[in-house]
């Protein structure tokens, strides 16, 4: 990783592929790997090596049995929730107020995630953070904790979308001294229990397509 993120224009397209990635495998998928082995081809290695990963075992096992993996690890793995408000907040009624902030953030940017997904799934948060990078940004080191923290379930977990995960965190910078005590202390703790304050943001699907649509 490098003491700077990369300049504006590699991370956009980064941005963009790893949302494409860490959407659900459908039969738009392949096209979406091969958009993203051309992507790769011209970032810089810490984020490109990791998207080479991921494109290698998605070659190796095909769309099929990677939509088996996605179901298994994102909706059978609580401590692999691609949502990043559930991190700081649980399933609680802040998390309800951080959901409908993200929705205004969106809105004032002039984009509209579909009413069926959750605006705080990082596929979401990446395409909209290749199409606005400067909130997009704000936002996903606003939720640097619970991304590390995703990255780490994932690794534990053996799963391919790690690589993704890295990739992500190379566009970031490096972590400073409080997001690494914010790690730490997600990791012992985990969130808020309280399961009540959600309505009308749950239930919702847990594969929705990232703002602009990939289905």
Known sequence: MTDHPPPVPVREPAWQVQSLLLAYPDEHFAGHARLARRAASVLPEPVATPLRRFLDHVAAVGTEELAAEY?????????CCPFLTYYAYGDTRKRGVALLRLKQTYAAAGLRPADDELPDHLAVVLEFAAAEPVPGRRLLLEHRAG?????????????????????????????????????????????????????????????????????
């Open 71 to 79: 179901v298994s690890v994102f909706d059978h793995r609580k401590r």
């Open 147 to 215: 991304l590390e923290l995703l990255r780490l379930a994932l690794r534990d977990a053996s799963a391919p979308w790690t690589h993704v995960l890295d990739s992500v965190s190379a566009t970031l910078p490096p972590l400073a001294g409080d997001e690494r005590e914010a790690v730490a202390r997600l990791a012992a703790q985990g969130p808020p229990e309280e399961q009540v304050g959600l309505a009308p943001f749950a239930p919702l699907s847990h594969r929705p397509d990232p703002v602009g649509g990939h289905r």
